[in-house]
């Protein structure tokens, strides 16, 4: 008698919602029933809301149902479970519900779908094409194949990935080394955790092309220690890809070399920041290093470094696979490919949604997120982090585009999108940008360091209501000089979601007293 085999994310989120205590209801109650059933561990699909999900296979389809509790359990094989029986859960086809149809998902395709640690389901699902086509090629044509493509860093700043390459490629060193900055500290933003717990292979062949492409033999995966499961997933699978060949001294035959390390960061935002990062695994305190030069000329030990976020360096296997033009082919003007949004905060339909730039905020918050979770009108939203700007509810319409975010003083950042409703006071959410900057800031640069702790002071003398006109004007003094003087971008960017709030939220800055008189 065959198994039935059932599919339970093993994804961090999943698992915070009671994933693993369903796991094991599922094999207590099919054991008792004298079921054979195959619990297959697989990522999350990105659907937040209905985790934890549970998939089984009926003629070839995939069949959901959530959110399943292990109260639920006896009912959902009562039911008939695995003939894909009718259940108050039942979503019916995964691919088909409509948080996933208009999808792209070039780099999430395998997430939630496969076993992450098979390296069989890995290769059966297109893995290794990528790295196989580099093999091939030299590695002029890997690094045109990024600049055709024109990716751009997914960390955040949005820097031409090619050009790094380019610098790494062209410098002389008896040594060169790729990082992966796996530090995902921005509020709101999941993805690069759901893709090293959902499909590691990715970005072991990612780092691995960017060697061959680079001269590099040697990659660290900076990881943030708030990540135990994607830890344990990534060691577990550079072991599994060590003996099969991709990763070692002889790359899947191809007589180069490519090994790697996870290392686990101790918990400060600043890593985030490369140079900050490059410290931190040298063992160094995390401090911001002045540029120049640059980590891709004099990086790790000194030695030419190509640093890349997590969904930078997993784009990679498709573009090679696919070619550059393939890839540029989706999103609109410089912002080319595909971009894994993050839905979170107040919003009915919290995940990760894959697809094109130039999608919409309004169909991102409404169309796919559903509105807010709390059922009142939507007021702001902020993307990038907790130093991204808050937009309102007129500049909904504007498409997720780099240069278009950037002409209204946003950014597109990691893809964190921060949903809130009118109940939210955006001055007490500006603070919180400058209370944030002075808890993580590594202190080397005065207008950072004493900055933001001067921010948090004016702020709470205008929510007092003392001498607003002038304290406005002094807040805004602060922001330039934050803005001009700050070593990295930690200093530079708090002024941010400050200054959007400002603008767009005046009614929020308004005398403690006038605001009073106006509820």
């Not at 959530?66 to 029986?85: H, I, K, R």
């Not at 080394?177 to 292979?201: L, Q």
């Not at 830890?231 to 002889?250: Q, S």
């Not at 946003?410 to 002075?438: K, N, P, S, T």
């Amino acid at each position: 008698m065959s198994k039935n085999r059932i599919f339970i994310p093993l994804d961090s989120a999943a698992v915070a919602l009671g994933a693993d205590e369903v796991a094991e209801r599922i094999a207590i109650e099919a054991t008792s029933r004298g079921l054979e059933v195959a619990i297959v561990r697989t990522g999350s699909r990105g659907m937040h809301w209905l985790e934890p999900l549970i998939e089984v296979e009926v003629d070839g389809k995939r069949i959901g149902y959530g959110p399943v509790s292990e109260d639920e359990v006896a009912g959902l094989l009562d039911t008939g479970l695995f003939e894909g029986g009718d259940h108050d859960t039942t979503i019916g086809v995964v691919e088909e519900h409509p948080f996933m149809l208009d999808q792209q998902r070039l780099i999430f395709s395998r997430c939630g779908v496969t076993d992450p640690l098979s390296f069989d389901d890995y290769v059966g699902n297109g893995g290794l094409d990528g790295l196989k086509a580099a093999i091939a090629a030299d590695e002029r044509s890997i690094v045109d194949a990024i600049k055709t493509s024109g990716l751009r860093g997914r960390g955040g700043a949005g820097f031409p990935a090619g050009i790094k390459w380019d610098t790494v490629q062209g410098a002389t060193a008896d040594q060169k080394y790729i990082v992966c900055n796996a530090d995902e500290g921005d509020s709101g933003t999941f993805a690069d955790r759901m893709i090293m717990e959902g499909d590691p292979f990715l970005l072991i062949e990612g780092m691995v092309i960017a060697g061959l492409g680079v001269g590099a033999t040697k990659g660290y995966i900076y990881l943030r220690s708030e990540y135990p499961i994607a830890a344990r997933v990534l060691n577990e699978a550079i072991e599994v890809a060590k003996e099969n060949r991709l990763l070692g001294d002889e790359v899947l035959g191809s007589g180069k070399a490519f090994d790697l390390t996870v290392f686990v960061g101790a918990g400060a935002y600043i890593c985030g920041e490369e140079t900050s990062l490059l410290e931190s695994l040298e063992g160094k305190r995390g401090l911001v290093r002045a540029k120049p030069p640059l980590p891709a000329l004099e990086g790790l030990f000194g030695k030419p470094t190509l640093v890349h976020n997590v969904l930078s360096l997993c784009s990679v296997p498709w573009i090679l696979a696919n070619g550059g033009e393939a890839y540029a082919a989706y999103g609109q003007g410089s912002s080319k490919g595909t971009l894994s949004f993050q839905l979170a905060g107040n919003i009915k339909q919290g995940g990760l949604f894959e697809t094109a730039f130039g999608v919409t905020l309004d169909d991102l918050v409404n169309k796919y997120g559903g509105g807010t979770l709390s059922g009142r009108p939507f007021k702001a939203v902020q993307i990038g982090g907790p130093l991204g700007a808050y937009l309102p509810q007129e500049l909904l319409h504007l498409p997720m585009d780099y240069e278009v975010m950037a002409q209204h003083c946003a950014g597109v950042g990691h893809g964190g999108i921060v949903v809130f409703d009118d109940q939210a006071d955006l001055m007490a959410q500006a603070r919180y940008a400058f209370e944030f900057c002075a808890e993580e800031s590594c202190g080397k640069c005065t207008p950072c360091r004493v900055g933001a702790v001067r921010g948090e002071e004016v702020m709470d003398k205008i929510a007092a209501g003392e001498n607003h006109d002038e304290n406005m004007v002094l807040l805004e003094d602060l922001c330039e000089l934050m803005v001009d003087g700050s070593l990295c971008a930690m200093g530079g960017m708090t002024p941010i979601p400050v200054t959007s709030a400002i603008k767009h939220f005046p009614d929020d800055f308004a005398p403690r007293h006038a605001r009073e008189a106006a509820e």
